[in-house]
């Protein structure tokens, strides 16, 4: 079992750059891909950024050049710094974790339980 706890969010002026933070505890060294998705009402929840334990990124294309992922694999952490945001990013922004998978078995996902960030105009 992984448990996931996020914290950053809230109301950001509009060009603000919050940082998320996302603590991993239980059974970590099972995992590992960490990241971060966002919902939106009425929507599916989609990938915003990605990043393996050795380091490879991932980014969907309208966060590119704006926001940065990062973990620290000591402390079982990865964060999420947001720059010069727009109230299209709004939303609830939920850390993923996905745990090694190969032939015979398949990764897992586990998920917190989302942060709020809300970009005011």
């Known amino acids: 079992q992984v448990q996931l706890v996020e914290s950053g969010g809230g109301l950001v002026q509009a060009g603000g750059s919050p940082r998320l933070s996302c603590a991993a505890s239980?059974?970590?060294?099972?995992?590992?891909?960490m990241g971060w998705y966002r919902q939106v009402p009425g929507k599916e929840r989609e990938l915003v950024a990605r990043?393996?334990?050795?380091?490879?990124?991932n980014y969907t294309d309208y966060v590119k050049g704006r926001f940065t992922i990062s973990r620290d694999n000591t402390k079982n952490t990865v964060t999420l710094q947001m720059n010069s945001l727009k109230p299209e990013y709004t939303g609830v922004y939920y850390c993923?974790?996905?745990?090694?998978?190969?032939?015979?078995?398949?990764?897992?996902?586990?998920w917190g339980q989302g942060t709020q960030v809300t970009v005011s105009s």
């Open positions: 990043i393996t334990r050795d380091g490879t990124t």
């Open positions: 239980g059974s970590t060294i099972s995992i590992n891909s």
């Open positions: 993923n974790a996905r745990t090694y998978g190969s032939i015979g078995w398949a990764p897992k996902d586990y």
